[in-house]
Each structure stands twice: as C-alpha cells, then as structure tokens.
C-alpha cells in the first residue's frame, strides 16, 4: 500500500484518524493530533501505558462487590464493571487502545449473562487491552486459558472421552480461520479433544469465605481429565495439546486473511482490495502477525485517508455516544457513566453482553427503527443539556457542564457546531435547513435545535 | 409525572383523538383474507427437539442420554410413541382442542452446524447461501406494504431484510414514538427531505435518511392506532412475554401488520440442559398460552397463527457436561385456531444418523409455504422461489 505523503496531513486528516482510530475528539484534540503529523500522530495512537487519564477510575470492583454482600440496595460489582468502561472510552487519553479492546471483545464475544462474574469480564477485558496490540497468536492463546471464555464456551466442561466441542468450533469459525476458511467437523471432534481439562478457579459469590477466589479467577490444567491420544488436525498430525491447536489455527492462511479483513472492515471499508490484502499479509508475516505492525501501515496508508472511504462507516453505539462526549470535552461523573451504558444498550450495544458468540454485525445492522430512535432519544437530551445518569432514590440528577458554542451571529453558531459535531461547516442543503430553522434568531433556543438537527441528520451516523 | 400517569394520559387523549377501523372496515379486510396475522417465534442457539418432542418408547433415546433423557413418566403423551416435555404443560389444552401442531424432522438438505450460517438459512430460505434478503422481506416485496412485517428487539434479523425496502423494528409500543415540539419537527422533516450533499457513500446517507424517514410515518402510525388496551391475561415476566404483550396490543389496535417476528434465546445447551432447558420451555408455553388468552379478550384468536423454530437440533448423543453439541433437524410447532392438530412429518431414525445427528424428513420451506399459501394469502413460490408441498396443518 502507498503511503499518504507527510504534506497531505492537516486537520480533516487528523479528524477522520480520531474518528476511526479513537473516538472522535474536540477540535483542540483533532488539532493537537494535526500539529504532530501523520507520522508522530500515528506513533502516539500506537503508544500505551497504564498513565493514560484514567488512573482515577473511581470504579473499584472488590469494593463495589463487598459493598454490595453487605447492602442489596448498592450497585454492586456488575454495574460497576459497566462504568468502569464506559469511564475509560470517555477519560482516556490513548483511544485507540479503547478501540482495539473494542474490536477484539466483539471479535472474542462473551457474554456475561452467562459468564456471571464481573471480575472474571473484567480480566478478560484487561487481557484484550494489553494484548490486544501485540502477535495475534499471544492474544489467542491468553484468551483460550481465559477464564470468562473457559465458561462461556463450556472449555470447563470439556472432558478425555466426552468432548465438549463449543470452544473448538468457536476457535476456528469465529476466532481464527473463519466459517468458510477450511476446516472439517472432523477438525472440530479432535481438536476438542486437546482442550479437555482447561478448567478454571473462582469462588461462590455468596459465601464471603470465598471471596478471594471470586475476585481473582485464575486458570488451572487438570492433568486427569486431559487427553492426551493422537489428534488429527488440519492436515496434521500428533498428540497436541491445546496450545499446539490454537498455534495450528493462527498459523493456517485463512487466519491472517480473516482477521486482516475484519480490522480493514472495522476501520477502513466494508471491502478491502486485492492489493491491500496482500501488502497486508506481507507485514503479518514478516511480523508474525503483530497487530500493531498491521495498524501503522492501515493508518499511514494512502487508501485511509481516500475520499471515498471517509464518512462512509456507520457508527456502532459505542462510537455514537463516546465521540458525542468526547466532542463536547465532557467529563462524565460516576451516575452518567452507567447512564452512558444503558444508552448504548438502548442503541443496540450491550458492552459485556454482545448478542452471541459472533459479536455484533455491525455496519447497516446499527440501523434500525428503533435504534434510530433511541439515538434520537440520547440527542434529544444532549442538545438539552442532559446526559442520561442513573441516580439511587432521592438522590438530585447530577449537572451537566458542558456548554454548546453559541456565535455571534447565526452563521457562526451554524459553522461552530459543525466544526463540533461533523468537523466541518455545514453546506448546502443541511445549512438551508438550519438557517431556515433559526430565521435569524441566534438564541440559545435556536441554538437547542440546531444542534438537534445536526446531531439528527444523517450525516452524524457516518464516521 | 410518574411513566404510569403518562401512559394513562395519553390513553385518554388517543382513545378520544384516533380511531381503528370501523367494524365494518375490518370486516371487510378479513373478508379479502387480509386480516390474518402469522407470528413467527425464534428460539435462538438451537432447540433440541429430541427433549421437545420426545421418543418416549425408543430405547435408543434413552441410551443416547443417560442423564438428559426425559424419562416416560414426565413426558406428556401426544401419541403412542412421541409426547412433549413436561414444561410445555401450559400448551396441552391447546393440543386437546387440536389447535395445536408439531412438525418432526425439520430441516434442510447439507444442514450446517454453525449458528450463523444455520440461522441464515433459515432466515433467507435458502440453504445454498445464495439469497441474501429474507424471507419476511421477500414476502414484504411481495406484498407491497413497506408497514406488513415487523420485529419485535433492537435489532433486526435477516429474515426481515429486504433490498427494495426497510421494514420496522420495535423495541417496545410505549417506546415507540419521537417528541419534538413542532416548529423542530416540521424543520427535522424538511432537513430529511433533501439528499445529503457532499458525502461519498451516497448509499448510506440514503440509507440512513429513508430509515429515519420510515421510523417517522411508522411511530406517527402506531401511535394513531394505538386505542385503549388492557392485556386480557397474566403475562409471565420474561422477554419473550413483554415483546407478545405489545404484540397482541398491535393486533388489538389493527395496524396493518400481517407478520410479527419475535425471538426467545438461550437454546444452547452445550451444559447443564436439565436445569435450562425446562425454564426455556417453560417461559416459552406460558408466554404463548398468555398471549393466546388475551388475543380471545380481544377477539382476535381466529386471525392469529403462531409458528416457532430454532436454527438447528442437537446432537442425539449427550456429551459429559449433561448437555448437547450443535446438531441437525429439530421440531417446529404451530399454534392457533387456524391449526389442524396432529403430528406432521416422518419421524427421524435414532439408528440411522448423521455424523451422530438426525436426519431431517421435512423441509422446513414447507412450513413456510403453507403459512404464505393457506394463511396470509401471498402466492409462496414467488417468494421460496418455487412451490413446495403443503403439510396440511392449517385447515
């Protein structure tokens, strides 16, 4: 893939990089982004560390949890996991790590409705984090000793002489080498083989005596239930253990193809290029399939930037309500953060519960009667100057401090809430709808419903 | 004011306001075979249909599942040989009034165990994956009324895609409904009145405008019919109750729609079926036998044929974790006045299978067919492509 020449960089540029590669940001974040050029800025997505602006996660799990064994009426342990997220997408200062942990929890979908413990989420979410920028193969194998993955796909269950076949199947369909990429029900029968005995530790969590092994599930090999016979396994043969498969599987060429095409569908088009898939592949193995290596060449590719692949993806629900915060500079409190969770929810993603073990589809499957209503319903109140927030009872809604940017003129006010919520001025059709709307007035009133408008048209769905 | 308050408010100033059809009106719709309603009843992850209609004299069964079988002293017979699992109680009456039907032995030529590619056929009618809109949205276009079909949940199956229009999805009747005041209404319409200009995927900005224009006339539609409704029964407290309770609200008020969609899921018993599967059933028969009373307070049980699925069976053998792995052909139920009761289908052999699966008798396009060709009145081959044999479960 060409690379876009340095010079071509500049704003609209650094606006559609934080568009895809985070989410979103104010224009002083776009422009700082436009200051350190393609290079430098692509660099500083790429980086992560632990400070990244949310060291002050006011979301403590254990105590949520023990809080809530001593008092039924607290939030508890889950709810706090869902703020915990939705803290970090608003308060971080490195995005791009958000949306990769994103991308790989839709890709590695788990639900906890089945799962049933949010510190076991919570540790698959960490790993997803960390991992997620380095060698595919790293993450796959982290995620197959997961314990969150260990019961949502019954690997726990899976025992020598009466397989289990859930997370074999998974691991190829859905994981690495994808539905058409070539395996057999005969690689799915013996590769369920190898992972018998992969089981995990973790408590009750309704005996207080347990809480230590609640709070940190780990996982643990059980050597009796393990089988450990001769395995045939695309093409190979041998007596494999877990490990042995899932390397296998990420080294077969279907693997890098898939999980090539979904990262290029995710942040570039719904269709990738000859060309680019290869130059694709070309980098996944001299690599050895490391992700970031992947997303540098994406990011200061020619073809990202194009025209034709700029404002053309649907925002998922995550992106919708993350970037409206973040474009407004607005720094949630606790109560808004779950009240984040539930409007995203309401828009059609479940953080922590996607729909099943394939994730969310994506792209024109956002788009709903009633997911277009609840996007509607969110705006609504952000153009009032409300965010959804969950209070206790008798509790006061907590305020909302963020201020819409009124001009000196209705021109002004049209052009600066452009710049703020499509990082361009408004033109031709949206802006005689507008000027048409306010007849003049440029008050805080007409203010209210532009920016409804603008935030209703369809142009605010595309990133 | 309390959401209670509001909702009996507005029932006051909608009952005055808005009117359903006249009795004669919707006499006349039925006359012309327009006023018969299909719901279709996903159960998501795969039944398994052998603890569903169960072999209870079949020694092999009960080899093949020592510690899931469902033994013959809980089955409830419907036939020498085959009887239901016990938590389908609430439904018997509907089987001793015949009005009830189940299907053995459903499923499709080269069955696919994958959830995904499974359920897709089962969405678009196809099992060579070739078709790419479903089979609701290829009735829909059959049909010609953009407003016939809908889904109940966030988001929106296959098989109610279509290429030539969006049909709607709802959450929930109360929810559905955009307040603005009306000088920003009328400018929100006249925004969307225009293409968006200067955006490459002209596609998508298109998309997303008639959707957004559709969601529009479909809210201000529902809403107009909505009149004064009080559920006729005690609707069990479960996802799959709440979507049939707006359900029968819709039916109630006669807005049009000819196709319901709603979905139960949880059907993946890869472990522990014996604990899960009897409450899946079970939310399953009182939430159908729930939405049947209430559709007899509002007096519409004669229009009403209720169809479930599931994208696949399940493995004939259990595995260790008292539970089943993917599996082939499953059953399908229909229910309603409309039904002639009975068992339909050859039953699957439990000796000779299929990698460790059933073997599937009867495809499950014949279901759909007969539902298109005898009930709603939509020539089936225009939308299966072809005809296939009716089964005869609706009289």
Known sequence: MKRLSAQKFAYPEAAHLLRRAGFSGSAKEIQSYADLGLELAVERLLYTSSDDGTEKNPFDLEKMFIERQNDKTMPGATNGLFGWWLYKMCYTTQPLKEKMTLFWHGHFATEIAKVESPFAMKLQNETLRTLGFGRFETLVQAISKDPAMIKYLDTNRNVKGKPNENYARELMELFTLGVNGGYTEQDVQQSARAFTGWTFRSGNPQKPEDNAKYINPSYVFDKNKFDDGEKTYLGQRGKFSGEDIVRIAVAHPSTAKFILTKLWNYFVSETISETALESLMTIWQTTNGEISSILRSIFTSQEFYANKNRLTLIKSPADYVVSTIRRLGYKPVPEQCYGLYNAMAGIGQKLFNPPNVKGWDGGTTWITDTTILSRLNFIGGVSQNRLPANVAKGQAQPSVSYQLPLGKTVAETIDALGILFLDAPPESALRRSLENYAAGKNTVESLRGMTYLILGSPQYHLN | ?395
């Open chain 2, 1 to 395: 004011m309390n959401r209670r308050n509001f909702l009996q408010n507005s029932f006051f100033t909608l009952a005055a306001g808005f009117g359903a059809p006249s009795f004669l009106e919707r006499t006349a719709l039925a006359a012309a075979g327009q006023g018969k309603i299909l719901v279709v009843v996903q159960l998501s992850g795969g039944n398994d249909g052998l603890n569903t209609l169960v072999p209870y004299t079949n020694g092999a069964y009960y080899a093949a599942r020592p510690s899931i079988a469902i033994s013959k002293k809980d089955v409830l017979p419907l036939s020498s040989d085959l009887g239901l699992h016990p938590s389908l109680k609430p439904l018997m009456q509907r089987w001793d009034a015949g009005q009830f039907a189940v299907v053995q032995g459903v499923g499709y030529p080269n069955p696919n165990r994958s959830h995904f590619e499974s359920m897709a056929i089962w969405h678009t009618a196809d099992p060579s994956a070739r078709e790419s809109e479903g089979w609701i949205g290829r009735f829909a276009e059959t049909y010609g009324d953009p407003f016939c079909a809908t889904n109940f949940g966030s988001s929106s199956p296959r098989a109610l895609s279509a290429n030539s229009l969006i049909l709607p999805s709802i959450a929930s009747v109360d929810g559905y409904q955009l307040k603005l005041d009306p000088k920003l209404d009328a400018a929100y319409k006249d925004l969307l009145s225009y293409p968006v200009e200067g955006y490459s995927d002209k596609g998508k900005t298109d998309l997303l405008r008639q959707n957004t224009l559709s969601m529009l006339k479909n809210t201000a539609r529902v809403q107009k019919s909505l009149q004064k409704y009080k559920p006729g029964a005690m609707y069990p407290k479960n996802g799959l109750a709440n979507n049939l309770r707006d359900v029968a609200r819709l039916i109630s008020a006669d807005v049009g729609l000819r196709v319901y969609y709603v979905q139960q899921g949880g059907y993946d018993t890869h472990a522990a079926q014996p604990e899960d599967h009897p409450k899946l059933l079970g939310d399953l028969a009182s939430s159908l036998e729930a939405f049947r009373a209430d559709l007899e307070v509002q007096g519409r049980t004669n229009d009403v044929l209720v169809v479930a699925f599931s994208e696949f069976g399940r493995r004939v053998n259990e595995n260790a974790s008292a539970g089943t792995d993917h599996g082939k052909a499953s059953v399908m139920f229909a229910l309603g006045n409309g039904v002639k009761g009975g068992i339909y289908g050859a039953a699957p052999d439990l000796e000779k299978l299929d990698d460790g699966d059933l073997r599937f008798t009867t495809d499950f396009r014949r279901v759909y067919g007969e539902a298109m060709d005898k009930w709603l009145n939509v020539a089936s081959n225009k939308v299966l492509g072809q005809s296939y044999p009716n089964l005869g479960f609706i009289k």
